[in-house]
């Protein structure tokens, strides 16, 4: 018996009053984003925000693998450094012209090694972008998730996974460019890089695809898939019984979440110019994750929500209370799982249907 | 040759280190679920109570604080447990990310405290000295470690309150309608779990730097000993321990040690492909 | 509903304080004296005030506050006061580039001092080299660079590292193991270490590298004393420097038995290894908190009491210090805090320092500084045993040195 | 008519403990079987081996004349194998129509999940209609009732069109009427699918069951009709005598 497709207009779902809220509420973020944004923003601040909004890309798929996946990845700074790197071999390898980039002179390399080779090449370095933490991640899930290593094992996992990671970069040095990572770009796609007018462009460049990843997992979310997603988070060996194979389903999420955070490294290099392995080690994986906490894990604005107020929220008290922003983040942090575990949108919400509940008694 | 078989009490020594650093862990872990990232920073108070116990302990402050920092480490981690671990049993992810809220507390506190640098604590005059490859400092971590997974299991097979323990970890709901108190248990379980972090950071200070972030040092090694191990595992923890240890000492041994850390990951991924719940489990028929 | 309302007040709460106080900020710093005009000209400090570099980096914001302090006190510069802005690097490379890019585009500062380790500096340095804005980086390194908008007033190799092999060299020993940490500074020094051992009839035993903020030092313990050199030559960084000595002393190594020579040991680092571990070592620097000279009791007595009398001084601290007094020599000079002016200006100031005479070298914006071998003292302190004699000129490609050939291509 | 389902000198044994003991059982394609025996005597597990839970230490088990050996538990639900659990699980997130449509979604292609499910399919509606859920269908799952779930689960058996069902105890826990309304339900799925439920109640066995097997201790003990298991010593000795107090305690919690 195979199931019958033919779709008939039976409304038994009650009508979604919201959903064009939502819309506007998207129109409206966006254009506050793309104009009000750039016309306010003195050059550097909008750097910074574009900064915010390149994490705000990687929480986004965060959001998907954990809010929606319950898949806690505690190392989306590998994947993160590896769209980053990418991008910042051609920047290097563009700068250099035919040479050889300044770190591999110093580290005394004297040949162009072949892993680089490739990425002389911008279109194939874009691809490589979105390749790499897509072969990465497939192939890690396809390892882990087979073998049902889920929750605080994949959670530790993915943590050593960051961990290892910034040993292998910072012991190439020749390689990679060690502790210091790839830094000192001029040149990125024949503008210079650190030009206002590049620097603007690159924010709107930001905006747009986080705007158009943002509208794409909330396509996957509301898909029968995203429903098939929240059934394994909430019963990975239910769904087995329904005929699915778990693995598959989060091996897919997880790579998503993973090519997110790679397009978010590459976007990070020329904003902020520099990748270096600092970036991707294990706290700043942490924090991306706690920033996601905060905003609201269960819904895809929340984890866009919270890297840009974590975001700005480090920069602000680096700036001005620099001794008070680690106890205040263990705070927010604690007083966010255990008061607001759904996040500031949680609570937004529960405030929301409050008010509401008042006004209609 | 000689450095070859060297290697091998090194090894040792390193699984005792791996051992001490994880087995708290593996109980607070195994029985509660409790992700406690914070566990590093016990041992971290472990190390600074050693250190201020110096003052009229003189050098031998490391014996004295072994008791001591049990108990400071043990109430820290009570103090965690019924302040907010408590509301979130069942949710090992959460655990995981609340305590990391309260290890950055705990870290800066330290900071606030002692200083951001180093501190000194000396190693007793009779811990100098070797035999052949293993320092005295480093037997006293063997034994160490040893004397600590013996009490446990001492502690766990020969006293009603340990069967309590096991029965809990085993089937907390079974264990709760035959009439165990479990909160207790889990309170005297996260104590004594944080408690051995404590004597592990004592421990450490023979052989490692003392300030802030020492914890941040051992934290992700102890937690790959506990997934290798399978939770609440004592057996699991001891082997995967000196497993690890050794693998450490040898891969660093033949290549270096940047690379030892990365085939030592790479050995857990793999290990994990046959026994994705560690080398021990508990079974159950709870479905998830 | 109750209980729901109380939890969303306490979040909310937080997360308003947080948001009202990031509101206020972008434009409010605008606009205000620039490094130039007013009655202050603002500097800016960076280091790492949290994260793992916080240990050394305080310190040297520290020596660099008690500076401009002592400026102030004399007069200022230019008749103006010196306004320190002090940013946290916060230990994370990008963090530099950030708040440096903020010190200059949004504090408008005429200088910053800052940063420690290599990768800091190689962050900072496009900021730099883009804004035409200066940089004054106070601590020893790989050489190797010489940027047009940064000023070194730390040691380059050839004012630290072939010192320290000269040293070892006159004291026979000619068997060397290199123990580093793994990044620039180490691979760096170990390149040239190796050089110079083929020039000049030593012998590298082993060269290994350990991760940042490795511990667990029982397998290279070993490796080195199976490999029984004369001495071991140690770059290894920070927290590293206390596991690596206080297992080598475990495993029988005494500074007589096999002296290990270390180039990132300071007095600020003896007390965190345990004094008993590290007695009777080398070290290379350019200046030591006993070095013998008025300036040195001045700068002693001064930090102290500002700081506390158990504080100590050390070289990088110094040269933090050094660095606001060079620059603002430079300022006097140059009549103006315009860096295209300073730099010009900078060029051949000699001043009498803590550490004996230092001359700024305007080619390649290094300093002129004495190398001085050091071997630490049962009370943590660092006794000289050795120097060169002269300040020795700068030279980070290493181009005087024929050995040294290959290196710098 | 041919056995669908083939089980052959099955054993599996959990730490020495000898769950499944040399069981041999088949089911005709059509058949409405009950399953019982005491506590322990190895009926869940014998599921959970023929749904790939749990995998046999000897013996085997084949559906529609191919062997499940290897397989794993999608595989077999693939294959038309499915099963409810003891203690329903539904997906509390999902409304009842979401977790309906789930089950009825597994043979389309993966690709085809990324589109928005649009409308209500036939299948689906007619497991809505069958389990009586139809008002309930946009509710949250989490929201229903214990019976509710257990009707859910079974609609869900249902969307997934499956030629096996195994129902792990279906009525336990639910008030009288609730049963009766199971039974129904039951029937009318027993009408055109095999089945086999796991169920203690003997007033509900004598009204619903058409062929019995006896497990105990991991063996069969025998097989028939109700009759003539109701009239069987052994099996009243092992078990009925037992199964009147649990059944009665069933009842009163």
């Given at each position: 018996?195979?199931?019958v497709?033919?779709k008939?207009p ?11 809220k ?5 129109a409206?973020?966006?254009v506050?984003?793309?104009v ?10 909008l ?16 959001g998907l693998a954990w809010?929606?996946?319950g ?6 700074g590998?994947f993160?450094?590896l769209?980053g790197?990418?991008?910042g071999m051609?920047l290097?390898l ?5 040479d ?5 002179v ?6 162009l ?12 370095a874009?691809a ?7 072969v ?10 087979r073998q ?30 060690g502790?210091?990572?790839l830094?000192n770009?001029?040149?990125?796609f024949?503008?210079?890089?650190s ?5 603007r462009?690159l924010?709107?460049t930001?905006a ?16 029968r898939?995203?429903?098939?997603l929240?059934?394994?988070?909430d019963?990975?060996d239910?769904?087995r019984?329904?005929?699915?194979n ?17 397009i978010?490294?590459?976007l990070?290099?020329p ?5 270096s ?12 994750v ?5 905003g ?16 700005y ?5 680096s700036?001005?209370l ?9 705070a927010?942090f ?22 509401r ?5 | 040759m000689?450095g070859?078989?060297n ?5 040792l020594?390193?699984?005792a280190v791996l051992?001490l650093?994880?087995l708290?862990?593996?109980f607070?872990?195994?029985q ?13 108070a472990?190390a600074?109570?050693?250190f201020l116990?110096q003052?009229w ?15 400071v ?5 009570l ?13 090992p ?23 951001a ?10 811990l100098?000295g ?6 005295y ?11 600590s997974?013996v009490?446990i299991?001492?502690?766990?097979n ?5 069967r ?11 264990a ?44 992700v090694?102890?937690?790959?000993v506990?997934?290798?191990g399978g939770?609440?595992?004592?057996r ?23 690379l ?22 508990l ?6 | 509903m ?5 939890r ?21 710093t ?14 800016g400090?960076?280091?790492s ?7 050394s980096e305080?310190t040297?914001r ?6 401009i302090?002592?400026i102030?006190?004399?007069g200022?510069?230019?008749?103006k006061?010196?306004?320190?802005v002090?940013e946290?690097?916060?230990?994370d490379?990008p963090?530099?580039?950030?708040k440096a ?6 504090d ?7 940063g420690?380790?290599s ?6 340095l496009?900021v ?10 106070p601590?020893?390194y ?34 060397l193991?290199l123990?580093?940490s793994?990044y ?8 040239i270490?190796?050089?110079?051992a ?6 590298i035993l082993?060269?290994e590298y350990?991760?940042l903020?490795?511990t667990e030092?029982?397998?290279?313990t070993n490796?080195?004393?199976?490999a029984?050199p004369?001495?071991v ?7 590293s420097?206390?596991?690596?000595f206080?297992?080598l002393?475990g495993?029988?190594v005494?500074?007589?038995?096999m ?8 007095e ?21 908190q ?7 009791t001045k ?5 102290k009491?500002?700081?506390g ?8 601290m110094?040269?933090?210090y050094?660095?606001v007094?060079?620059w ?8 103006s805090?315009?860096?295209e002016?300073v730099?010009?200006a ?8 803590p ?9 390649t ?8 071998i050091?071997i630490?003292?049962?009370d943590g ?14 030279d980070?490609?290493?181009?005087t ?9 | 008519?041919?056995?669908l ?12 403990f ?7 059982f088949t089911?005709?394609?059509g058949?409405?079987?009950f399953l ?21 230490t000897?013996g085997t ?16 639900v693939?294959?038309g ?5 003891q203690?329903s699980?539904v997906?509390e ?8 449509d789930?089950?009825a ?12 499910r ?11 209609e ?7 269908a946009a509710?949250?799952a989490?929201?229903?009732?214990h019976g ?15 030629r096996?069902?195994?129902l ?23 009408k055109?699918?095999t089945?086999?439920?796991i169920?203690?109640d003997m ?10 097997t ?21 099996v009243?000795?092992v078990?009925?005598?037992?199964a009147?107090?649990?059944a009665a ?5």
């Amino acid at each position: 018996m195979t199931a019958v497709l033919e779709k008939k207009p039976v409304q038994v779902a009650p009508k979604e009053p919201r959903r064009w809220k939502g819309a506007a509420l998207f129109a409206a973020v966006a254009v506050v984003a793309l104009v009000v944004m750039p016309l306010v923003l003195e050059p550097f601040r909008l750097g910074l925000l574009a900064k915010y909004l390149c994490y705000a890309i990687v929480a986004l798929g965060i959001g998907l693998a954990w809010g929606q996946g319950g898949m806690l990845t505690l190392g989306q700074g590998v994947f993160f450094g590896l769209g980053g790197y990418a991008m910042g071999m051609y920047l290097k390898l563009n700068d250099a012209g035919g040479d050889l980039p300044d770190f591999m002179v110093w580290s005394g390399v004297e040949q162009l090694p072949a892993l680089w080779a490739p990425f002389r090449n911008p279109v194939l370095a874009l691809a490589m972008v979105v390749l790499v933490p897509l072969v990465v991640a497939a192939l890690l899930g396809t390892l882990v998730f087979r073998q049902r290593v889920r929750g605080a094992y994949f959670a530790i996992l993915t943590q050593a996974l960051a961990a290892a990671m910034v040993i292998l970069l910072v012991g190439q040095q020749g390689l990679t460019g060690g502790t210091n990572g790839l830094t000192n770009f001029f040149d990125f796609f024949g503008n210079d890089i650190s030009a206002e007018s590049t620097q603007r462009g690159l924010y709107l460049t930001v905006a747009i695809v986080l705007g158009v990843l943002y509208l794409a997992a909330w396509q996957l979310v509301r898909s029968r898939f995203g429903r098939l997603l929240l059934a394994v988070r909430d019963g990975e060996d239910r769904v087995r019984f329904l005929g699915y194979n778990p693995a598959t389903v989060k091996t897919i999420t997880f790579t998503i979440s993973a090519v997110m955070a790679g397009i978010a490294g590459a976007l990070f290099v020329p904003v902020v110019g520099i990748i270096s392995p600092a970036l991707l080690g294990v706290v700043p994986s942490l924090e991306l994750v706690v920033a996601v906490a905060v905003g609201g894990r269960f819904a895809l604005a929340g984890a866009v929500l919270g890297a840009v107020v974590m975001g700005y929220a480090k920069t602000y008290f680096s700036e001005e209370l620099p001794d008070a922003w680690l106890y205040l983040q263990g705070a927010l942090f604690i007083l966010v799982m255990t008061l607001a575990p759904k996040g500031i949108v949680g609570v937004a919400g529960a405030l929301r249907d409050r008010f509401r509940k008042e006004a209609a008694a | 040759m000689e450095g070859f078989l060297n290697q091998l009490p090194i090894g040792l020594s390193i699984g005792a280190v791996l051992l001490l650093i994880a087995l708290g862990l593996t109980f607070t872990f195994g029985q509660m679920g409790v992700i406690n990232m914070a566990h590093g920073e016990f041992i971290m108070a472990g190390a600074y109570t050693a250190f201020l116990l110096q003052d009229w302990a003189g050098r031998s402050a490391v014996l004295v604080a072994l008791p001591v920092a049990f108990v400071v480490a043990g109430l820290m981690g009570l103090l965690l447990e019924r302040s907010v671990v408590r509301f979130f049993y069942g949710r090992p992810l959460d655990t995981l990310l609340l305590t990391w809220g309260v290890s950055l507390v705990l870290q800066q506190l330290a900071r606030d405290l002692f200083g951001a640098p180093n501190v000194q604590v000396l190693s007793p005059e009779w811990l100098q000295g070797a035999v052949g490859p293993l320092p005295y400092n480093r037997l006293f971590i063997m034994v160490l470690a040893v004397g600590s997974v013996v009490a446990i299991w001492a502690y766990m097979n020969r006293s009603a309150q340990g069967r309590r323990m096991q029965a809990v970890m085993q089937n907390r709901q079974l264990a709760a309608t035959s009439g165990i108190n479990t909160g207790r248990v889990d309170q005297r379980t996260f104590f004594i779990g944080s408690g051995l972090a404590g004597i592990a950071g004592v421990g450490l200070t023979l052989i490692g730097p003392v300030g802030p972030t020492l914890g941040t040092y051992y934290i992700v090694d102890a937690f790959l000993v506990v997934v290798a191990g399978g939770l609440g595992q004592l057996r699991g923890a001891v082997i995967a321990a000196v497993a690890l240890g050794l693998l450490n000492s040898y891969a660093e041994f033949w290549t270096n040690a940047s690379l030892a850390k990365v085939i030592v990951f790479a050995v857990i991924i793999a290990f994990l492909q046959f026994r994705p719940q560690g080398l021990f489990v508990l079974r159950s028929r709870a479905l998830t | 509903m109750r209980n729901l309302t109380w939890r969303a007040g306490a979040v909310a709460a937080v997360l308003v304080t947080a948001l009202a106080a990031c509101g206020g900020d972008p434009a409010t710093t605008e606009g205000t004296t620039s490094g130039g005009g007013g009655n202050t000209i603002k500097v800016g400090l960076l280091h790492s005030l949290s994260g793992t570099m916080a240990i050394s980096e305080v310190t040297v914001r520290d020596a660099e506050l008690l500076a401009i302090e002592e400026i102030n006190k004399a007069g200022g510069v230019l008749g103006k006061q010196l306004e320190p802005v002090v940013e946290d690097g916060a230990s994370d490379w990008p963090t530099f580039a950030e708040k440096a890019d903020k010190l200059i585009s949004q504090d408008k500062v005429a200088t910053v001092f800052g940063g420690w380790t290599s990768a800091s500096r190689k962050a900072m340095l496009p900021v730099f080299e883009k804004r035409k804005a200066l940089l004054w980086y106070p601590v020893q390194y790989e050489g190797l660079e010489s940027s047009p908008y940064i000023f070194y007033t730390g040691a380059t190799t050839n004012q630290q590292i072939i010192p320290g092999l000269d040293y070892l060299k006159e004291q026979g020993k000619t068997k060397l193991f290199l123990v580093g940490s793994d990044y620039v500074f180490p691979r760096t020094a170990n390149k040239i270490i190796k050089a110079y051992a083929a020039a000049n009839g030593m012998e590298i035993l082993g060269e290994e590298y350990t991760p940042l903020g490795h511990t667990e030092y029982g397998t290279l313990t070993n490796k080195v004393v199976q490999a029984k050199p004369d001495a071991v030559f140690n770059t290894l960084n920070g927290d590293s420097n206390v596991a690596f000595f206080k297992q080598l002393k475990g495993a029988g190594v005494t500074a007589e038995s096999m002296p290990v020579l270390s180039v990132s040991v300071a007095e600020e680092e003896v007390t965190g290894i345990g004094v008993d571990n590290i007695v009777g070592h080398p070290v290379a620097w350019n200046y030591y908190q006993t070095t013998d000279t008025p300036a040195n009791t001045k700068f002693v007595e001064a930090f102290k009491a500002k700081y506390g009398a158990n504080k100590v001084t050390s070289d990088p601290m110094e040269a933090g210090y050094n660095a606001v007094y060079l620059w603002a020599e430079a300022v006097k000079k140059a009549g103006s805090t315009d860096v295209e002016a300073v730099k010009k200006a900078a060029g051949g100031i000699a001043l009498e320092r803590p550490e004996g005479l230092v001359t700024i070298d305007g080619e390649t914006q290094h300093m002129y500084k004495t190398a001085r071998i050091g071997i630490i003292q049962p009370d943590g302190l660092i006794k000289e045993v050795w120097n060169s004699g002269e300040p020795i000129k700068p030279d980070p490609y290493l181009k005087t040195y024929p050995w040294a050939g290959g290196l710098a291509s | 008519m041919s056995a669908l389902l083939e089980v052959r000198d099955l054993s599996v044994v959990f730490d020495g403990f000898r769950a499944i003991d040399g069981v041999d059982f088949t089911v005709r394609e059509g058949e409405l079987r009950f399953l019982i025996g005491p506590n322990g005597a190895g009926k869940t597990t014998l599921i959970d081996i023929i749904t790939g839970l749990t995998r046999p230490t000897t013996g085997t088990v084949s559906f529609d004349g191919q062997s499940l050996a290897g397989k794993r538990e999608h595989e077999r639900v693939r294959l038309g194998i499915g099963r409810t659990f003891q203690t329903s699980v539904v997906f509390e997130e999902l409304t009842v129509l979401e977790n309906l449509d789930l089950a009825a979604s597994f043979r389309r292609p993966l690709l085809s999940l990324l589109a928005r499910r649009n409308g209500v399919s036939e299948t689906v509606q007619r497991a809505l209609e069958t389990t009586g859920l139809t008002e309930l269908a946009a509710r949250k799952a989490g929201v229903l009732s214990h019976g509710q779930r257990q009707w859910l689960e079974i609609g869900m058996l249902i969307a997934q069109g499956p030629r096996l069902l195994l129902l792990d105890e279906p009525v336990a826990g639910m008030s009288g009427d609730e049963r009766s309304r199971t039974g129904e339900l039951l029937t009318s799925i027993a009408k055109d699918h095999t089945v086999i439920v796991i169920e203690h109640d003997m007033e509900f066995l004598r009204r619903y069951a058409s062929q019995v097997t006896v497990l105990h201790e991991g063996k069969v003990l025998m097989e028939g009709s109700v009759e003539e298991v109701r009239a069987d010593p052994r099996v009243q000795e092992v078990y009925l005598g037992r199964a009147r107090e649990e059944a009665a305690h069933d009842v009163v919690s």
